[in-house]
């Protein structure tokens, strides 16, 4: 298996890097690559590739990217254009608030209480079974949900909800909504619940969000 393996996008080229290598053979493999690749001039037509290091479900650390950089600094034909994985940490998720207009939220949400906000909301508290936390736009939710989400408020089917959504009671998205039974949806924070083209509210993974919802994916960077 090839631990380095490029591919041509729509908008240049994507670098996949594979979780399960170790890093010893992901930089093996990337040398190796780059080195084919500088010295045949038909192998891509731009004099400069900029490259989207994609990490699959793997997050890489400082010195890890240190490390990728520093190799493909070692041919000037090629440039990062970002080093990205599958999976957001809470400094993705913090990032994320700085860079877009998210709202963060960090509280507790008791039996009856409704919460009510306006566009993207990054959650980082509690919402207690009977609790409602629900906003116009996105929720990121990083915390611990026993209640109510509802994005898209009123009736925008283009938002989304992101997080575990395991223990949530009911999850809604403009007027879609699901009662969330036990073992429905799995414990993880990478889920995503969206509404799909025939207006059924579904569930996918934070991989597959460039897909799910595209306009998203390319705003906040391709997390």
């Known amino acids: 298996m090839q631990a380095a393996v490029l ?3 729509q908008n240049g080229y994507d670098l996949v890097l594979k979780q399960s290598a170790s890093m010893e053979q992901i930089l093996a493999d990337l040398r190796t ?9 038909k192998a891509m037509e731009a004099t ?4 989207d290091v994609l990490t699959e479900d793997r997050i890489l650390t400082a010195d890890e990217k240190s490390q990728i950089e520093q190799l493909v600094g070692k041919y000037p034909r090629f440039e990062i254009h970002k080093i990205a994985a599958n999976v957001m940490t809470i400094a993705d998720a ?7 207009n998210v709202h963060l939220l960090s509280k507790v949400i008791r039996n009856g209480q409704d919460v009510t906000m306006q566009g993207d909301v990054l959650f980082l508290g509690t919402i207690h079974e009977g609790g409602k936390l629900c906003t116009t736009g996105n929720i ?6 026993s209640g109510i989400l509802q994005a898209g408020y009123p009736d925008d089917e283009t938002k989304l909800i992101m ?3 395991s223990t949530a009671q009911q999850v809604r998205i403009a007027e879609q909504f699901d009662i969330i039974e036990p073992d429905q949806v799995a414990a993880s924070s990478q889920t995503i619940a969206y509404v799909n083209d025939l207006h059924v509210l579904s ?3 934070l991989s597959a969000l460039k897909k799910i919802n595209p306009k998203l994916y390319n705003r906040i960077g391709g997390i």
């Open 7 to 9: 591919r041509g996008t």
């Open 33 to 41: 690559l780059l080195e084919n690749l500088n010295v045949d001039p």
């Open 48 to 51: 400069k590739v900029s490259l």
């Open 94 to 100: 913090v990032q994320l608030r700085e860079r877009e």
């Open 140 to 145: 990121f939710s990083m915390g611990d949900v």
């Open 163 to 165: 997080g575990d959504l």
């Open 203 to 205: 569930y996918g993974k």
